[in-house]
T-cell receptor, first 111, second 111 residues
């Protein structure tokens, strides 16, 4: 059973471009979470999704950020018009019950 | 705030020694969980201890929980250089679906 998969692992964007981060949950997991981690900080919750539904987006910035988890395919975290402050590691996790299992992360660098 | 706070912030030991990290929290817990994060990598789930449990073992790991003191400790016995990582305690505080992380304990095991 493969773990949580994220791609790309590294992503470089120039200011103003769009960043699309993908997350494939563990097989059988229907809950997906996105977290962001700045250097030397712990992870900060962004959004919690189930298939085709956003359950909790209380940690998402109000503008430029969106997330989806379609019926088919991976979950996508989309950042429009990226700025330097968006540079961070973005982690996806999936769960079936009590435990969230994390992917390896996508490191976004905005030039 | 609703998060675990790890102590110490940094810990440096020699290979073969034991490492103890502590976690204090303010609200009630459901299932306290410990994660490890190697530098630049994703989080690895180590162990989950339920609110009605007092101690749990997994290999070289031993976790204790004292709900009266709102604290938990993680003991790593016979440490190895590969144990060098940051360690976080967390829970779905307040019954939400999001994990809230502190800054962790940065453990360095010197060979």
């Amino acid at each position: 059973n493969a773990g949580v998969m994220q791609n790309p692992r590294h992503l470089v964007r120039r200011r103003g471009q769009e960043a699309r981060l993908r997350c494939s949950p563990m097989k059988g997991h229907s809950h997906v979470y996105w977290y962001r981690q700045l250097p030397e900080e712990g992870l900060k919750f962004m959004v919690y999704l189930q298939k085709e539904n956003i359950i909790d987006e209380s940690g998402m910035p109000k503008e430029r950020f969106s997330a989806e988890f379609p019926k088919e395919g991976p979950s996508i975290l989309r950042i429009q018009q990226v700025v330097r402050g968006d540079s961070a590691a973005y982690f996806c996790a999936s769960s079936l019950a009590d435990t969230q299992y994390f992917g390896p992360g996508t490191r976004l660098t905005v030039l | 705030s609703q998060q675990g706070e790890e102590d110490p912030q940094a810990l440096s030991i020699q290979e073969g020694e034991n490492a103890t990290m502590n976690c204090s929290y303010k609200t009630s817990i459901n299932n306290l969980q410990w994660y490890r994060q190697n530098s630049g990598r994703g989080l690895v789930h180590l162990i989950l201890i339920r609110s009605n449990e007092r101690e749990k073992h997994s290999g070289r790991l031993r976790v204790t929980l004292d709900t009266s003191k709102k604290s938990s400790s993680l003991l790593i016995t016979a440490s190895r250089a590969a144990d060098t990582a940051s360690y976080f305690c967390t829970d779905l505080w307040g019954g939400s679906e999001k994990l809230v992380f502190g800054k962790g304990t940065k453990l360095t095991v010197n060979p």
